[in-house]
T-cell receptor
Framework: DGGITQSPKYLFRKEGQNVTLSCEQNLNHDAMYWYRQDPGQGLRLIYY???????QKGDIAEGYSVSREKKESFPLTVTSAQKNPTAFYLCASMTGGVPDTQYFGPGTRLTVL | AQKITQTQPGMFVQEKEAVTLDCTYDTSDQSYGLFWYKQPSSGEMIFLIYQGSYDEQNATEGRYSLNFQKARKSANLVISASQLGDSAMYFC?????????????FGKGTRLHILP
């Protein structure tokens, strides 16, 4: 089945460690996105990529990094520079059709110990 | 100023009743798109319905319809004949412009509880 997968579902990290969240899609979508969601809040955009080997900062990019070496994959690294990384992270891809709609993965819940 | 406002943090509705979730938006663009997503307790965001700013008719998808009032900048989601499985967070979102680069902005959500 076509879809977006994120792994792991739960992730625990010690302070000062970098950690990478995986996002893979087999929908053949060009555009991919990373969002952060805090309790009781909406989604805030971290990074997005419209095409392979290109990506742009979103509203809260500080302390995060991404790469887009393959169309199917858009991993997010949460670095030690991110002051408050505990959150729920959602990856999405965009259809490119009409309407141009975002579809989401199941999310990764990151907890910093 | 907030681009997307959802004024109802939480709602309780009896099963089988219709429910309206409010959403107002703020934009000066003529071209924009409005989305509603459902987020169950599992966390995944599920796309429900879309309305384009130039669409003359209100969007409908099964039990979901979008009450689009352009002059009021309102895009309320209506769920008919609510079911227990409708209990979830609901997010209204907007993309200003219709280009791929235009970002989607989300509201803070409404938590809907369906009572048996």
């Amino acid at each position: 089945d076509g879809g977006i997968t994120q792994s792991p579902k739960y992730l625990f990290r010690k302070e000062g460690q970098n950690v990478t969240l995986s996002c893979e899609q087999n929908l053949n979508h060009d555009a991919m996105y990373w969002y952060r969601q805090d309790p009781g809040q909406g989604l805030r955009l971290i990074y997005y990529s419209q095409i392979v080997n290109d990506f742009q900062k979103g509203d809260i990019a500080e302390g995060y990094s991404v790469s887009r070496e393959k169309k199917e994959s858009f991993p997010l690294t949460v670095t030690s520079a991110q002051k408050n990384p505990t959150a729920f992270y959602l990856c999405a891809s965009m259809t490119g059709g009409v309407p141009d709609t975002q579809y989401f993965g199941p999310g990764t819940r990151l907890t910093v110990l | 100023a907030q681009k997307i406002t959802q004024t109802q943090p939480g709602m309780f509705v009896q099963e089988k009743e219709a429910v309206t979730l409010d959403c107002t938006y703020d934009t000066s663009d003529q071209s924009y798109g409005l989305f509603w997503y459902k987020q169950p307790s599992s966390g995944e965001m599920i796309f429900l319905i879309y309305q384009g700013s130039y669409d003359e008719q209100n969007a409908t998808e099964g039990r979901y319809s979008l009450n689009f009032q352009k002059a009021r900048k309102s895009a309320n989601l209506v769920i008919s004949a609510s079911q227990l499985g409708d209990s979830a967070m609901y997010f209204c979102a907007m993309r200003e412009g219709l280009n791929r680069d235009d970002k989607i902005i989300f509201g803070k959500g409404t938590r809907l509880h369906i009572l048996p």
